[in-house]
């Protein structure tokens, strides 16, 4: 007896798709189970951190899989295609919404870190840290929130990011380099070495 399930987890992303065409519910499962995590995370990134809204804008995201699988070019990379779809929802998402005023970091606790001179040595620097630069990157706009989340927490290369925007790799560096330095600016007092890092990262990749 075939083992379906095994035989499916070694098929590559691209070669799951015809299969998921054709209604096959075990294809489809598969290439679930290897983005549904990573789509909901970006969601939840884009989308103001909001549980909800992320569990919705991914089952969407697959309800589109399914619906416009049949479009999908089996010579194409599957992530940078999931991505795609991803990126045109949240665009389309951020044009409905309202846009909220700038709000900068708190100022008394902006004060104390630099007072102090706090660098990220516990796990409660770690969180704050993670609280304040979701707020930051809440003040981009989409085009360098989209391109910091795909690079830096979502992993991808320059190059990916460049095929799932649609724009030349020397935008999506330019992109992120902005965005670096503006986030340093804000974040500097957390940790020294966030812009230096983060700057070198960017030029070489």
Not at 117 to 130: A, C, P
Request: charged share 30%; proline share 2%; with cysteine.
């Amino acid at each position: 007896m075939i083992n379906f399930r095994k035989k499916y987890k070694q098929l590559k992303d691209e070669e799951l798709m015809p299969y998921v065409v054709r209604g096959n519910e075990r294809a489809f499962d598969e290439l679930y189970n290897r983005y549904s995590s990573k789509m909901h995370y970006y969601f939840f990134r884009m989308l103001g951190q909001s549980q909800d809204r992320a569990d919705d804008f991914t089952q969407e995201l697959f309800i589109r899989i399914i619906e416009k699988g049949a479009y999908f070019d089996t010579k194409q990379r599957f992530s940078t295609w999931i991505y795609a779809v991803a990126s045109n929802m949240c665009k389309n998402e951020y044009r409905r919404m309202e846009r909220r005023p700038e709000q900068a970091l708190p100022e008394h606790f902006e004060i104390a870190m630099a007072r102090d001179g706090l660098i990220l040595d516990s796990e409660t620097d770690k969180e704050l840290f993670r609280q304040h630069l979701a707020k930051a990157l809440e003040q981009l706009d989409f085009a360098h929130r989209q391109c910091f989340i795909l690079r830096y927490q979502q992993d991808l290369g320059v190059r990916e990011i460049s095929e799932i925007i649609g724009c030349p790799e020397g935008t999506v560096k330019s992109r992120l380099y902005y965005t670096l330095r503006k986030l340093a600016a804000q974040l500097h007092f957390f940790h020294p070495n966030f812009s230096k890092k983060k700057k070198h990262e960017a030029q070489t990749r």
